[in-house]
């Protein structure tokens, strides 16, 4: 199997239950505390080009400090610049395949990078 990444954020219920679904499977998975290690904009560039749903699904647009951007949510570097700066508004948690990545939202929705 790829090396699988789990973008993770452990105040977040769906990450911590993303997390706890991994580690039931017995698989190994490398943890990214992208709150305390941020991505880089070529780091999101790359991750953006693996995720299903496309920018829509990286981007947390309820998050506050979202509303003070002025940023399109269609304007990719924009929104790929926001992120790096503020790691918090990255949707979470993201399983990444190396070749795949998906938002676990429901955390099951991680489960088909398993076995494709």
């Known amino acids: 199997m790829a090396s699988l990444t789990l973008y993770h954020n452990p105040r977040c219920s769906k990450s911590r239950q993303a997390l706890a679904l991994l580690e039931a499977q017995n698989i190994e998975f490398q943890v990214h505390r992208y ?3 941020p991505l880089d904009v070529p780091a999101l560039e790359a991750l ?3 995720l299903d ?5 990286l981007l947390r647009t309820s998050e506050a400090e979202w509303k003070t951007l002025s940023v399109s949510s269609d304007d990719t570097q924009g929104v790929l ?3 790096a700066e503020h790691p918090k508004l990255m949707q ?3 399983l990444d395949r190396g070749d795949r990545a998906i938002v676990g939202r429901p955390p099951e929705a991680v489960l088909p990078l398993l076995s494709d």
């Open 81 to 83: 610049a926001a992120i």
């Open 53 to 57: 749903g496309g920018l829509p699904q």
């Open 35 to 37: 709150l305390d290690t």
């Open 48 to 50: 953006l080009q693996r």
């Open 92 to 94: 979470r948690p993201i």
